[in-house]
C-alpha cells in the first residue's frame, strides 16, 4: 500500500486526487499541443498562394506558423513533463515543470497584447504594400511565375478579383502588357465568351476585392484560434496551480 506522505487520510486522499488531476490536465496539454502543431502546419504548407501574392509582408504568416508549431512541440513536452513528475511524485521535475509553465504563461500573454495592438499597422502594411505588388508584379514577365500563379490561385479560390476590385488592373503591368481590365480568373465562369477581359458585368466577374475575401476568412479562423487558446490558457494555469500545490505538499 502507498505511504501516506501527509499522515493523514484525509490529506492523503485530497493529494492522490490532486496528482491524477494534474495528468488528466497534462495529457489534455499534450493534446492541444498536439492541435496547435497541426493548426501550424496547416498554416505553413496550406497558404503558399497567398504568400506568394502578398509579397515580402506575408513572412508574418509565415513566422506565425512557426511559433504555433514550436509553441506546441513545448505543450507536448511540458505535458509529458508534468505527467512524470506527478506520477512519480518528484519535486525537482514538478518545479521545472512549474517554473517553464510560468515563463510560457507570461509569454503568451504579452505576445497575445502585443498582437492586438499590432493588427491594425498589420492591416495597414497589407493594403499599402498588397496593392503595389499586384500592380507592378502580376505578369511582369511574359511566362508566369510564382505570383502569377498565387494571385489566380487566390481569385480562384476565394472567388474574387484584383485586391480591392477589378480597377486595381487599370495602369497595372498586366494592363499594359495585355490591354486587358482583367485577367481570367477575375470571371465566375473563364470558359465563356464574355470572359474575354473587357465585360465588367457583376454576372461575368466576381466583384469582391481579394483583400477583403482573405480577411473574413482570417477573421473567421481567428475566432475558432482565439476559443482553443482561451481553451488552452484556461487548462495552463489550472496546471499551474496543482503543480504548486504538489510540490508544496511533497515539501
Not at 57 to 66: C, M, T
Request: net charge neutral; hydrophobic share 45%.
Amino acid at each position: 500500500m502507498e505511504e501516506s506522505p501527509t499522515g493523514s487520510p484525509r490529506l492523503y486522499s485530497s493529494y492522490t486526487f490532486l496528482r491524477y488531476v494534474m495528468v488528466f490536465i497534462n495529457t489534455m496539454i499534450c493534446f492541444f499541443g498536439l492541435v496547435l502543431v497541426g493548426l501550424g502546419l496547416w498554416t505553413r504548407y496550406s497558404t503558399d498562394s497567398m504568400v506568394n501574392t502578398l509579397g515580402s509582408q506575408s513572412v508574418h504568416f509565415r513566422n506565425l506558423s512557426l511559433f504555433c508549431i514550436a509553441a506546441g512541440t513545448v505543450m507536448c513536452i511540458l505535458g509529458f513533463l508534468g505527467c512524470f513528475g506527478a506520477l512519480k511524485k518528484n519535486r525537482s521535475l514538478l518545479l521545472i515543470f512549474l517554473l517553464i509553465m510560468l515563463l510560457l504563461f507570461i509569454s503568451e500573454m504579452v505576445a497575445a497584447a502585443l498582437l492586438l495592438g499590432f493588427t491594425d499597422v498589420a492591416e495597414s502594411i497589407v493594403k499599402d504594400k498588397g496593392l503595389q505588388f499586384l500592380k507592378e508584379s502580376y505578369y511582369e514577365s511574359n511566362d508566369k511565375g510564382l505570383v502569377d500563379e498565387g494571385l489566380d490561385s487566390v481569385m480562384q479560390k476565394f472567388n474574387c478579383c484584383g485586391f480591392f476590385g477589378y480597377e486595381d488592373f487599370v495602369n497595372s503591368t498586366f494592363s499594359m502588357k495585355t490591354g486587358l481590365k482583367y485577367p481570367k480568373p477575375c470571371c465566375k465562369d473563364p470558359e465563356l465568351s464574355v470572359c474575354n477581359g473587357l465585360t465588367t458585368s457583376d454576372q461575368v466577374i466576381y466583384t469582391k476585392g481579394c483583400f477583403l475575401a482573405i480577411l473574413e476568412q482570417v477573421k473567421k479562423n481567428s475566432m475558432a484560434l482565439g476559443i482553443a487558446a482561451a481553451v488552452i490558457t484556461g487548462w495552463e494555469l489550472s496546471s499551474i496551480i496543482i503543480a504548486l500545490m504538489l510540490f508544496v505538499k511533497l515539501g
